[in-house]
């Protein structure tokens, strides 16, 4: 962690060995994901999406500079908390909005919701309301990826309270013993709903913790879209010269409750505050950008007012997106011979 008791101002982040162009499409991204969150609790509170959902507000760092270091044809998974991994994968935000919406339009046809929403075209198997789960599917990915020599790599997104559930090491030692080609990342936020994970949680660090399963286990700044990418860009040449899965922890954090509508009572407002003025990772990329020259005000004014239309148009679209047609409710659900269930 770093020692931030003397600073006031936001953290630097080193831009080093990154291409200009990219880093602002990555700002774009993450302002993105940014104002397509902060769009949803009202929308949930509103009735006009059914539930609630479970946004990554302050996030946004961890998905755009994981996402970026991986090629196209590699796998990812997410976690109940998955809107900014799927919008830094490329899942449209009217398809995404639409499923939000429950509408036919979504990415799932409206069946599916928050927590499954999916782009199998990107190789983004999607979110999952089980903790720890979709390490499980990314396993399994790297495993078929080995098996096939595909040349591609997996990487499975889960949150710290996720490192004290057995199948994540379950899974994290099989990778380590066969070398598959997986990456391991746990988005460490400090919280599990309302339980800080150091109080629950044995050993020194997660990290650490990792480093018992023999594989390579790394602590890096979670708001620091440019530190994400280097790990994780090392973790896949890692992977693909068969040397086997690496363990990512990106410290980061939630600015809004667990789930819609929750109190956060488990926090102080200081450590909210002091985790938006030092560490926002939007400001600090975006005062980076500025000071290379990459990046005007007039751009970034720019840059916003897009990402402003694209959620409002995404919003219209899943206003105006028919309801799932009732006819077709089964469509595409597996049918399972009852002998195998067990259960004639
Ligand atoms: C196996 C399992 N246990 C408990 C839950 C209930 N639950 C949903 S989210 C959550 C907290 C997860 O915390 P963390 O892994 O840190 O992710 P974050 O919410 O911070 O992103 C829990 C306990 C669940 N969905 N699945
Ligand atoms: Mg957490």
């Not at 769009?39 to 760092?61: F, K, N, T």
């Not at 499954?116 to 983004?124: E, Q, S």
């Not at 199948?167 to 990778?175: G, K």
């Not at 936020?189 to 109080?199: C, G, I, R």
Request: aromatic residues 6%; hydrophobic residues 40%.
């Amino acid at each position: 962690m770093i020692d931030v008791s003397e600073a006031r101002e936001p953290l630097p982040v080193s831009l080093d060995g990154l291409d200009g162009q990219d880093l602002v499409e990555w700002l774009a991204t993450m302002q993105l994901i940014r104002d397509f969150e902060e769009a949803l609790d009202p929308l949930c509170l509103s009735g006009r999406i059914p539930g609630g959902v479970h946004v990554a507000v302050g996030q946004e760092a961890v998905a755009v500079g994981a996402m970026r270091a991986l090629e196209p044809g590699d796998v990812v998974t997410s976690s109940h908390r998955p809107h900014h991994h799927g919008l830094a994968r490329g899942v449209e935000p009217n398809a995404m909005m639409a499923e939000l919406f429950g509408r036919a339009d979504g990415t799932g046809g409206g069946r599916c919701g928050t927590m499954h929403i999916a782009a199998m075209d990107r190789h983004y198997y999607g979110g999952n309301g089980i903790v720890g789960a979709g390490l499980g599917l990314a396993l399994g990915a790297a495993l078929a990826a080995q098996v096939r020599g595909s040349g591609q790599v997996a990487l499975g997104f889960f949150g710290d309270g996720a490192v004290n559930i057995g199948r994540v090491w379950e899974a994290i030692n099989m990778a380590a013993a066969w070398k598959l080609p997986l990456i391991a990342f746990c988005e460490n936020n400090l919280y599990a709903v309302e339980t800080p994970t150091a109080s629950v949680t044995g050993g020194d660090s997660i990290v650490r913790r990792a480093e018992g399963f023999g594989l390579p286990a790394v602590q890096v700044d979670g708001q620091d879209a440019g530190a994400v990418h280097r790990v994780v860009r090392e973790a896949r040449e890692r992977a693909l010269a068969g040397e086997g899965p690496t363990f990512v922890e990106a410290l980061t954090y939630r600015y809004q409750g667990h789930n819609t509508g929750q109190v956060t009572s488990y926090r102080t407002d200081a450590e909210v505050e002091e985790w938006k003025q030092l560490r926002d990772p939007l400001v600090r990329l975006r005062v980076a950008l500025t000071a290379s020259g990459l990046l005007d005000d007039d751009a970034y004014d720019a840059l916003c007012a897009r990402s402003r239309e694209t959620v409002a148009a995404a919003t219209a679209f899943a206003d105006a997106s028919p309801w799932p047609d009732l006819a077709t409710a089964d469509a595409g659900v597996t049918e399972i011979d009852p002998k195998l269930r067990g259960n004639p």
